[in-house]
């Protein structure tokens, strides 16, 4: 399931225009002068005398054979106005013009890297959201597909000389993550008859275990044996048995007093159960992992880095379906933590999978902190639409290093409120707790707030992705399917962890 390797390399932009190759990519500015060499200011004016490029973002035109210049051909990218570039115009820009590089049968192409401080942004962050950029939007999902066009085999970036030292290690790195994030896409976008929870979990174990991760699985019979019981509620219905990833990252150099847990939910189909969804929501839900391939790419993503931060992580996967086995509405159940939940709706799944896994991890690792990452609420997403997850955090001081991270790689959080006083709508009458508020209102914050009650005095941080971890339509970036999301959020919130 794992992406192709493709290389990204960094080299030097002098006398780029003797620089053999299939595609030449400049990126213009729609109002500022060009920061680019010398050499190819002319070529440059010529593209933005067009009528039909001004460089705004979005537009790109291509010059065949252009003279003077050994490229066959150059592709103007327009990245807009000055002012309201960033690094994530830069990723979309240069994904934009990969897919084009595709569409064409393009097998390689060189950027012109702009002069960053041109542009008032910081030329590590610049160059790294051009590559991301670029690498993810080569990566294509078409293994299913007989017709396709084959993804480009170098991508290089080209800087002034005195930078090329300075970046030398970059370009491995941003691979690195960026890879992670193909991982999880491909796991999120593999379609949920090819992975069951046990089939899921193999792979995840597997590729773990190439990259040096400690493994270990707790099956059907280990679940049992350990009272799971409310992940073994929401498996009951499936005849696919469920499982539980347990992942550790312990290098020598870490401190081992402050072990961070990172939770994923993992539910490989979400058909609501006895509550079954209407068919317009059913479609997508084999989504409903997205959190466990963040979390397991993260992981994997975090040994290759070589990241030193002892890192545990716990992935329940089950597979959530109606059936005459299946948990029903009304029923009680005991959770690992011992507290009986009254199952007031069995489509309100992830909860009860990930409360097991909180409890589970606390108990046995008594982390410093945890943070669990769930396509858990439909609500999330009427309040803050498909690309911003929701944060929630009694940590005020967690929840900003993660907005933070969420900044850095526009893998955009809003912290969202976790008050006292909605704990009322959990209640039940004759159990400790209901797996759904009282309220059709407060989706999202009931959730949030159950989670909390397993997390009990732990540092702990949620992160609602059902909003961003999925997308229909193809974006800059990305193509439809999985989008990976969380995977270079949790690698930067990892990597400036003290
Ligand atoms: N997996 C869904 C949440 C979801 C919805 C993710 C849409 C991605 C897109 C979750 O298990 C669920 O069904 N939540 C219910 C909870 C409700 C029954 C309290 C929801 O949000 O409707
Ligand atoms: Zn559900
Ligand atoms: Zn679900």
Redesign the pocket.
Known sequence: MEGEFKVLKISSSHEIEKKQTEMLVIPVCEDSESSHPDSLANIIQQALSLKEFKGAENEAVVFFAPLGLKAKQVMFAGIGKKDSIDEETFRKACGSAIKKCIQKEVQEAIFIVPCASKLDLEPERMLSAMMEGAYLGNHQFDKYKKSKHPSLLKIEFAVSDELTDRFSGLAQKIKTICDGTILAREWVTIPSNLKRPEEFAGEVVKLAEKEGLKASVLDHKALKSNKFGALLAVSAGSASKPRVVILEHYPVTADKDKTLALAG?G?TF?S?GI?L?PFD?LD??K??MAGAAAVAATMITAARLKLPVRLIAILPIVE?MPSGSATRPGDIITSFSGKTIEI????????LILADAISYVIKNYTPHTIVDI????????VALGEKIAGLFSSDDQLAKTIFESGIRTCERCWKMPLPEDYKELLKSEIADIR???NSKYG??I??ALFLSDFAENTRWAHIDI??P??IKKESPYCTAGGTGFGVRLLCDWIENWR
């Open positions: 939910k539910v979400d609501g509550n969804k929501s997508g839900m989504m409903d959530n007031g709706n069995t489509d309100a799944e992830g909860r769930a396509t858990l609420t439909g609500a999330c997403m797996n759904i508020g989706g999202a009931a959730a059902a909003g971890a999925y």
